[in-house]
């Protein structure tokens, strides 16, 4: 199959859909099939080189966002436009892009669920022209359901099928400060059309139809997978026991809550050390500076390190350094790519029973679960881990090859290949 896949790119910060899109693309290529990530609004940010890294960012968000906020750009003439979507313009916009909140970008995200009825028509008409330069594909895949509405202008315009992917947007359309039903009503009248509609998990298919009011079955479930390449085995250790994370360093994965986690640890007796990673985006960091101000006053800093926006390899060693693992998520997680990065290096780890999770530990065969926002609850089993090592090993070796039995890109791939093959099958009947 002839595939093009289509993301939206963060600019400059690590993003958990970028990573597993770019994953999927180089792992459908694997397989066979040539299959292209098409960057959308910035670029990506993948773990190495992304397959993208040749392409042309399409629908610029310096150019979306002013064709928003001034209905001036919106008459332009696309040559008048064109240098701000040079790469130099993006790579420099993408700097800011994490200091924006869901909170402030309603207007926008209906507009561009829109699609050519929305103020960015000129930037989707410019997609579109680009994408009928290309061989044509057998199928156009959407990395998720923000970007229906660009189904119906593609289908238009390429005479082929759209299949929509549900991730983590759900959070976003909840959080949206204004047009929150109408951005909802889009959606799902958006995913109603498309040819095919794939969740990263069932917890993702189920809150998805429960929301747009679709039937569950219209949903299909391809679970996400990593590349496993790379990761491990654990580091031996040289000092203290070391309690970790590595997810985006903001209250919702539960900052402050491991935080308190950890002091109550300390106030065990234990020697413990705790290392903090993952995305920081510019508008995080005071209340990541708030957690480690607590920190601080507890007279604990200095067993503290805090390593944001590595690369792939800084994120396996960081991971390599840890004993346990736990990123004791508030919010409902409609995956949760970091706990399979955890398992996948050696790491027994310790999550919530909410969202995605125990679908997807329990899939795996491995790791704790406990309620969620339980601080107690955290720190028992925390504890357990770290005084039986008999423990940690075979919950290791239990998450480590349950990764490899069912989550790598390699599964992804070809559950998406799957899904997609129905519906050229379908098509074609």
Known sequence: MRILHLTAGTGRWHCGTCIRDDALVKALRALGHEADLVPMYLPVVADGISCSAGERVQISGVNAWLQQEVPLFRHLPRWMDAPLASRPVLDLAGRFAGSTRPESLGA?????????????????????????????????????????????????????????????????????????????????????????????????????????????????????????????????????????????????????????????????????????????????????????????????????????????????????????????SLKDETFGMYNLEAMATGLPVVAPRRGAIPEVLERAGAGTLVAPGDAEAFVAAIGRLLDDAALRHAQAERGRRGVRAAFTSAHMAAGLADLLQRVLAVRAA
């Open 108 to 328: 926008m995200t209906v507009s561009m669920l829109q699609g050519l009825e929305g103020h960015q028509a000129k930037e989707i008409g410019r997609l579109v022209d680009a994408l009928r330069l290309r061989p044509a594909p057998d199928v156009v895949v959407l990395s998720n359901s923000l970007l229906v509405g660009l189904a119906q202008p593609l289908r238009d315009a390429l005479g082929v099928p759209v299949v929509v992917t549900v991730q983590g947007e759900l959070h976003f359309l909840d959080a949206l400060d204004e047009g929150r039903d109408e951005a909802w009503a889009l959606v799902a009248e958006g995913l109603a059309r498309a040819e095919g509609v794939v969740a990263v998990s069932g917890f993702a298919a189920d809150a998805m139809a429960a929301r747009t009011g679709l039937p569950r079955d219209r949903f299909d479930v391809v679970h996400n997978g990593i590349d496993v390449e790379g990761y491990g085995p654990l580091r031996p250790p040289e000092g203290p026991p070391v309690l970790g994370a590595f997810a985006r360093l903001y209250p919702a994965k539960g900052l402050h809550l491991l935080v308190d986690v950890y002091l109550r640890l300390l106030e065990q007796g234990r020697d413990l050390d705790l290392h903090l990673g993952g995305t920081l985006n510019p508008g995080d960091r005071p209340e990541l500076d708030e957690a480690l101000q607590r920190l601080h006053d507890a007279g604990v800093a200095h067993r503290v390190q805090v390593a944001a926006n590595l690369s792939a390899e800084e994120k396996r060693a960081f991971l390599a350094e840890l004993t346990v693992f736990c990123v004791p």
